[in-house]
């Protein structure tokens, strides 16, 4: 799989919520990013940075509010009729964070994996229950689950059961929205090795959003950082992590637990202080000025682009 080849080009992609009384929430904000064919792309950040967000408009589940978007080569139009949303599907799919609340649970494991291609008129009679069986064996489940409902299962099933039914319609990208963190310890590099054997099996392209820095690391090619709706750092997954570029992606490194407990005892914590901004209607200038142990005056009134400091490496930094 050529890695070189771009299947996703975003440029100053903007995404609004209208909260009323002219409020906005910026939940994503001037993003640029490229998503290259084969590869997958970890996303980082804390809670409500517009990760979720962002992958929800890269699978058209919500319209962009400005910006442009390339898919393969194509223009994505801001707003999708119902029949350009159901033919975007077969290319983008998403996997969600909780199996259980994204699994229908009045529908049999076979309605689930089958009702995608059922909406697109594939898998018709007998050939519907031959490709229910291949799903199944493909995820690592068996036959005598396909009648089953989804309470029957346990959480790293239901998940592999999610998958089945995000990639039956063979898409090209697929968006894994915290896919192991709802899930035990011991499953999670189960999954993770699952969605490994195909990516490499199918070809796909992977957006994977994670908190686990640790993870992501291991299983994404490049890493994208956003903080508040902003990228603020790309690059080299290994790159990024033994050696980052932004102070805020330094202090998400730092938080990152140590896997020796004597380690992690023992090491110094630094907590971020300061006010965290708000991103309904924010001001210019960096929005990690105020927790940012290098932030000036400048940074507070100018907001920094993203740019090419070091080969593959971006960052938005005015001093980095």
């Known amino acids: ?48 940075c517009g990760k979720s967000t962002l992958g929800r408009v890269l699978v058209r589940m919500y319209d962009q509010t400005s910006g442009s978007y390339q898919f393969n080569g194509e223009q994505v139009p801001a707003h999708l009729s119902f029949a350009q949303r159901k033919s975007f599907s077969r290319q983008a799919q998403m996997i969600f964070q909780d199996p259980y609340q994204s699994l229908n649970p009045r529908m049999t494991v076979g309605d689930i994996i089958s009702e995608g291609p ?119 997954s290994e790159e990024l992590y033994s050696s980052p570029l932004h102070p805020y992606s330094e202090a998400l490194i730092a938080a990152n637990p140590f896997p020796d407990p004597k380690l992690e005892r023992n090491r110094e914590h630094k907590l971020l202080g300061g006010e965290i901004t708000s991103p309904v209607n924010p001001k210019p200038g960096c929005r990690f000025a105020n ?19 070091k080969p593959g490496r971006f960052v938005a930094c005015h001093y980095r």
């Open 291 to 309: 927790r940012c142990p290098i932030a000036t005056d400048k940074c507070r009134i100018e907001t920094p682009v993203l740019k090419e400091s």
């Open 1 to 48: 799989m050529n890695q070189t080849q771009p299947l996703i080009e975003i440029k100053n992609l903007c995404k609004y919520f209208d909260l009323g009384r002219g409020a906005k929430l910026h939940a994503v904000d001037d993003v640029t990013l490229t998503i290259y064919k084969g590869e997958t792309l970890g996303l980082v950040g804390e809670s409500g």
């Open 118 to 236: 059922a909406i697109h008129g594939e898998w018709q009679g007998n050939n519907r229950k031959e490709e229910i069986m291949r799903w199944l064996n493909r995820v690592g489940l068996v036959p005598e689950h396909a009648m089953r409902f989804p309470h029957e299962f346990s959480g790293g099933q239901r998940q592999r059961i999610g998958i089945a039914r995000s990639l039956a319609l063979n898409p090209r990208f697929v968006v894994c929205d915290e896919p192991i963190s709802a899930l035990d310890v011991s499953v999670q590099a189960q999954v993770v090795t699952l969605l490994q054997d195909l990516q490499r099996e199918l070809g796909l392209t992977y957006l994977f959003i994670a908190h686990s820095l640790s993870m992501v690391r291991y299983i994404s090619t490049r890493m994208a950082v956003m903080y508040l709706g902003k990228m603020v750092e790309i690059g080299p």
